[in-house]
């Protein structure tokens, strides 16, 4: 069978610099401390539509280092015994002013998981012991605080994995000791004829995860889950992937292990990204990659003090393909606990984590400080550039997001069950620091497309065309402009939920010169629900890889 052809595409390559030899001694990126201390270390963040990030990281740490201006109190359960913690837990943090504010949890969200729903408000759920099964929600307002529903999913959720679904609710996805799924808010029964399995509240059974549960080593908690075009779930755990329709609770698909058969998934913690999602081409293609973790047998080393090297490979796989295959990669830097970040102009970036052990309390060594950018779209075997290092370990329990300005926002680390701040080797960190990625560097400002209309906030409904107005100081080169729009996703434990980049759509870029030089190019927004859930966006305009500030953009 012939290749489909694909339209000409606009793609990030490396040498689209033209007279600049773009190599890994040039552009590599720069790290700038933003904050000292928050006063909690950032294990969970989503960027909300206010451009602000909430972060929390459990309150069974004991008393973290941020105190409320007037006293409250939450619960908070320690291993054995229930005591009152009166200092905060988790942040609001604002990216404009690059100011944060305590926020109140009243019960355990540590190693929980979320999403942000069609209306902006983020919906959080489950965690550890008293707040496992609790969903919390935290509306996107200056003033507003965490509303939390006790009992508000069917059983308890620890480590699972959350998406959010074409009709705007959440699924969430597994947990220890959970091989189940249930959703949020819970659907109708009707709506539902799904076979609940016997022992509820277990919710609606999927074996996979106990196929895929390496015993007491687990290496399958939180999946990682993409939402696929026609609107199943890809689901990865340990070193494999189904497709599934959840309305039906049946596996469509079972793809591959991955070459070598080691495992991706916590504690052998590894990272996944949905590449781009191009709607410039003609037949939609959907790529699924996979990056690092740990071999077969390391978490149980780990735990006798034998820290093995991480793996430094991805696998890449079209999930789109009659006969799916995952093809290899070696990443320059072997890495475990690492983030696999979309950037605005498609490339993805991983950053974090260490190079040897696995995921857990002190499991790890070997920080690895440089993040390296992955270039999808380049010839095989030059797709990877090692950027420049942080300074800052970012090992378990470490985060980082994508923000509007195309910064990325890193924060948290801490392998210990408490606050240490000496005597171990890897320190709490309350720190938060932003990464810019090499696209950020002055020399390529000249480039740097400014988007004009539509206003931040801007509402469309799917299948609408909009116009985007931007100007570039340089000289613009329309056939390498793009315009891409990014889910902000819930980031925790090296997975980033709910991450999708689309490339849209597009008309030619026009031209027009009065009453100043400005450039037009109509969009088309993604006509269904499968391919961008209803909810908040931000859309970038992408010129000669530079991406814009984006604007959020809300589908109705
Ligand atoms: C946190 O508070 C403790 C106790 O007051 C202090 O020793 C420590 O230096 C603080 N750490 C940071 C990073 O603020
Ligand atoms: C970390 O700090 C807690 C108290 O906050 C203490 O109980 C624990 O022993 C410390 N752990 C290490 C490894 O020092
Ligand atoms: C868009 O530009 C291409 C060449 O750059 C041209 O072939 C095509 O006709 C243009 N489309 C329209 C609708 O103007």
Excluded at 238 to 266: E, H, M, S, V
Excluded at 273 to 290: G, T, Y
Excluded at 345 to 370: D, K, Y
Excluded at 463 to 481: A, H, M, N, S
Aim: overall charge neutral; hydrophobic content about 40%; glycine content about 8%.
């Amino acid at each position: 069978m012939i290749e489909q052809t694909v339209v000409v595409l606009f793609f990030c390559h490396v040498l689209l610099f033209a007279g600049m030899s773009f190599t890994q001694a040039a552009a590599a990126g720069h790290w700038k401390l933003l904050q000292g201390t928050i006063g909690i270390s950032a294990m969970h963040m989503q960027l909300l539509h206010n451009d602000r990030v909430v972060m929390f990281d459990g309150t069974g740490f004991g008393p973290s280092n941020l105190s409320f201006p007037t006293a409250r109190c939450a619960r908070s359960y320690n291993g054995r015994r229930i005591s009152f913690d009166c200092t905060a837990h988790s942040v609001e943090y604002d990216v404009a002013t690059n100011t944060f504010r305590p926020l109140a949890v009243q019960t355990d969200m540590w190693c929980s998981s979320g999403g942000a729903m069609r209306d902006g408000t983020l919906v959080q759920t489950g965690g550890f012991k008293a707040g496992d099964r609790t969903v919390r929600i935290f509306k996107p307002c200056p003033t507003c605080d965490w509303e939390e529903i006790p009992m508000g999913l069917l059983t308890r959720r620890w480590y699972a994995t959350n998406h959010i679904l074409p009709d705007g609710s959440q699924i969430i996805i597994g947990g220890r000791k959970r091989f189940s799924y249930e959703f949020f808010p819970k659907p109708a029964a009707f709506n539902w004829p799904l076979a609940k399995t016997n022992s509820v509240p277990e919710a609606y059974r999927l074996p996979f995860l106990i196929q895929t549960n390496d015993g007491h080593a687990e290496n399958n908690l939180y999946p990682f889950v993409f939402l696929h075009i026609d609107g199943s779930l890809f689901i990865f755990a340990n070193n494999r992937a189904i497709l599934f329709d959840y309305t039906k609770n049946k596996i469509l698909k079972t793809f591959p292990k991955i070459p070598g058969g080691d495992p991706r998934n916590y504690p052998s913690t590894g990272s996944a990204v949905i590449l781009p999602l191009n709607l410039q081409a003609k037949l939609l293609e959907v790529e699924v990659m996979v990056c690092g973790g740990a071999p077969k047998g390391a978490s149980i080393k780990a735990r006798n003090g034998v820290f093995v090297e991480a793996l430094n490979t991805c696998a890449r796989i079209k999930i789109t393909s009659p006969n799916p295959k995952w093809l290899l990669e070696i990443m320059p830097l072997s890495r475990v606990m690492g983030d696999m970040l979309l950037l605005p102009n498609g490339n993805v970036l991983l950053i974090n984590g260490g190079s040897f052990g696995t995921a857990g309390w002190e499991l790890a060594r070997n920080p690895v400080l440089n993040p390296v950018l992955y270039l999808p779209n380049n010839p095989h075997g030059s797709r990877f550039e090692v950027n420049d290092p942080s300074t800052t370990p970012r090992m378990y329990h470490s985060t980082a997001i994508l923000l509007r300005d195309g910064r990325i926002l890193v924060g948290g680390s801490n392998p210990q069950p408490g606050y240490n701040f000496s005597g171990v080797l890897f320190p709490t960190e309350l720190s938060l620091e932003a990464f810019h990625p090499p696209y950020l560097d002055p020399e390529f400002a000249a480039l740097r497309p400014t988007i004009i209309e539509p206003r931040s906030q801007v509402m469309v409904f799917h299948g609408q065309r909009l116009k985007v107005e931007f100007t570039v100081i340089d000289e613009l080169d329309p056939t390498k402009v793009s315009v891409t729009m990014l889910a902000p996703p819930f980031n925790t434990h090296s997975f980033s939920m709910n991450q999708r980049l689309l490339v849209l759509g597009r008309s030619n870029v026009t031209t027009t010169i009065w009453p100043e030089l400005m450039y037009e190019v109509e969009v088309n927004v993604p006509v269904s629900g499968n391919i961008a859930p209803s909810g908040f966006y931000i859309l970038f305009v992408v010129h000669q890889c530079v991406p814009s500030e984006g604007i959020w953009v809300q589908i109705l």
